[in-house]
């Protein structure tokens, strides 16, 4: 696997190329997509569903960022938001930041690249999938569903396929399945399920 093959594909909501752009070049390692208003950010959404979505606040055509995002939760609620504004007042980034519809982070303009660049990462390897596995953990520790149960299987493998996932990420070679069967205590068939199943959902390109 070659160097930044697997990229983590970002949607970046913004009708400033100059601030896109900036956005693109600061972190080139990522795949993104462009969006300027709404229905074009909810369409490009809906054909492939990013990883991760920089959502400006204040778009053209009188759009507000912060309207989009129960629309990014129903369409796919593990995909973290940032938003991006310099307008928006604390009690604003409050409500921003609580509730069912929330984003994950807020960064004021002038935007600091180098803390956006860190967010991204946090939010990619923390945020969204991580979240929705660790919730279903927390739910069978609750219920103390014994191990081997259906329902625990499958939380197990979506928290393997996101680790695996980040791995390859940060890869520079193709995923080596008897290391990966020997880290997560599976037998090799369960690693190639796992890779297919990320290939499937076009998370990884096909080997």
């Known amino acids: 696997m070659k160097k930044n093959s697997v990229r983590a594909p970002i949607l970046i909501v913004e009708d400033d190329p100059v601030q896109s752009r900036l956005y693109q070049q600061a972190m080139p390692y ?4 462009v969006a300027k208003d709404r229905s ?23 759009d507000c960022g912060l309207d989009l995002i ?38 004021e ?4 690249l180098n803390r956006l660049e860190g967010t ?7 945020c969204g999938m ?9 739910l069978e520790r609750l ?7 259906r329902e625990r299987l499958y939380s197990e493998r979506l928290f393997r396929q996101h680790s695996i996932l980040n791995q390859l990420r940060s890869s520079k070679i193709r995923p ?5 069967a020997e880290e997560f205590h599976v037998d090799r068939r369960s690693i190639r399920r796992d890779i297919d199943d990320l290939v499937v959902r076009g998370q990884i390109p096909a080997q």
């Open 120 to 126: 991204v990462k946090i939010a990619l390897r923390d």
């Open 70 to 107: 129960p629309e990014f939760k129903r369409l796919a609620a593990h995909v973290p938001v940032i938003i991006i504004s310099g307008t928006l007042a604390l009690n604003q980034q409050i409500i921003a930041l609580s509730g069912p519809s929330a984003a994950h982070y807020v960064i």
């Open 176 to 180: 080596n399945i008897t290391r990966l």
């Open 109 to 112: 303009k002038p935007v600091d």
């Open 143 to 149: 219920e103390m569903v014994a191990h081997g149960d």
């Open 30 to 33: 990522y795949g993104f997509e």
């Open 40 to 62: 074009e950010a909810v369409r490009k959404f809906q054909n492939n569903q990013p990883s991760l979505v920089l959502l400006d606040h204040v778009l053209r055509c009188g």
């Open 130 to 138: 991580a979240e929705a596995v660790a919730s279903l953990q927390s």
